[in-house]
């Protein structure tokens, strides 16, 4: 867990590099040349869509890019419960606990 003013893509590299992954799927907050050039260097695909003001707009595929609305409004629904959306736990082991909680009642809806 990160302060509310860090941004996530400061944590991504050293979330990934446990994982053995094909493609690592983000929104334009991940556009970064030095984590696209780590993805790669892991011989998978990054599927992030460039940010617009850059001048040379990299390809990504946007069909793999569509499936991220999945992880999306999977997010959504935990975020219903209010201990998740407001952080209310103090620990981050008990935060984690309440969204595993959360997550398996969604999916068991």
């Known amino acids: 867990m990160t302060p509310g003013q860090a941004a996530d893509i400061t944590e991504a590299q050293s979330l ?4 053995n992954f094909d493609a690592a799927l983000g929104d ?11 993805i790669k260097s892991r011989g998978a695909e990054a599927v992030i869509p460039p940010r617009s003001n850059l001048k040379d707009q990299r390809d990504f595929d946007r069909h793999l890019y569509k499936e991220r609305n999945l ?4 997010i959504n629904r ?5 201990r998740v959306a407001t952080r209310y736990e103090k620990t981050a082991r008990n935060f984690l606990a309440f969204v595993q909680v959360a ?3 969604v999916l068991l809806q």
Not at 16 to 19: A, E, G, I, S
Not at 78 to 82: C, D, L, N
């Open 71 to 74: 992880v999306e409004r999977f």
């Open 16 to 19: 990934l590099k446990d994982y």
């Open 78 to 82: 935990i975020k219903q419960f209010r």
């Open 103 to 105: 997550a398996i009642t």
């Open 28 to 38: 334009k907050g991940y556009d970064s040349k030095k984590l696209i050039d780590y």
